[in-house]
């Protein structure tokens, strides 16, 4: 009758047993973790822990930096005068054969002179025979004293005829015929204006008054 083979149970139980002592590791540090013993054995193991603020020491005044070193600047570049010093050697001879011509350029025509401008026809102021001249008054003083002469005045006439102004240009010899002369002519001379052209323009003219006795 054949026999089963025998086991060998402690092998089994050698097994059982670490498995035992693993899982109740395991419980253990379950409960120790759950019931707050794991705190109070680390506050044994390392002691307590005390937290401080440290305070920032200050910070002292750091010196400005200095200040970046002055570039000059250089002056401007001025280029040299340039000279220009040419010496002209003396030509040397040539054998090349000048053309020649004696054909005369033509001279430009030339060149029409302005026409010129055509002369001004100019009549002097004069009597108007429709209007005779007046005699001045013989000054009575003269006519005693005998004073007598020819007086020479310088009329202005305007473009109507009147006179503008009178002066004495040559002298009888006595103020009191010139200025009687004068003073007639301003008050009463009518006479014809001058011309240019043919129209009446103002101008001067010459007139002679001759005071002579009678008597």
């Not at 070193?69 to 040299?80: G, S």
């Not at 005693?144 to 310088?154: D, K, N, P, Q, S």
């Not at 009888?172 to 323009?201: C, H, I, M, Q, Y």
Request: hydrophobic residues 35%; neutral net charge.
């Amino acid at each position: 009758m054949p026999y089963a083979p025998a086991t060998d149970t402690s092998f089994f139980t050698r097994r059982g047993l670490v498995l035992a002592v693993i899982v109740g590791l395991h419980v253990g540090m379950f409960w120790l973790l759950n019931s707050g013993l794991s705190h109070q054995i680390i506050d044994v193991v390392l002691g307590p822990i005390e937290t401080r603020m440290i305070e920032e020491a200050p910070k002292q005044d750091e010196p400005p930096p200095p200040p970046p070193p002055k570039i000059e600047t250089p002056p401007p570049f001025v280029p040299p005068p340039e000279i220009d010093i040419s010496i002209t050697p003396d030509a040397p001879p040539t054998n090349a054969i000048q053309q020649t011509t004696n054909v005369r350029p033509t001279a430009p025509p030339p060149v029409a002179a302005p026409p010129a401008p055509a002369p001004v026809q100019r009549t002097a102021p004069k009597s108007d025979t429709r209007r005779p001249l007046t005699q001045p008054e013989y000054p009575p003083s003269s006519r005693r004293a005998g004073e007598a002469g020819t007086v020479i005045l310088e009329v202005y006439v305007l473009e109507n005829g009147r006179v503008g102004e009178a002066k004495v240009k040559q002298s009888s010899g006595f103020p009191r015929l010139d200025e009687a002369a004068v003073r007639e002519v301003k008050r009463s001379w009518r006479l014809v204006p001058g011309t240019e052209n043919g129209k009446p323009v103002p101008m001067w003219g010459q007139f002679a008054v001759t005071f002579k006795l009678t008597d």
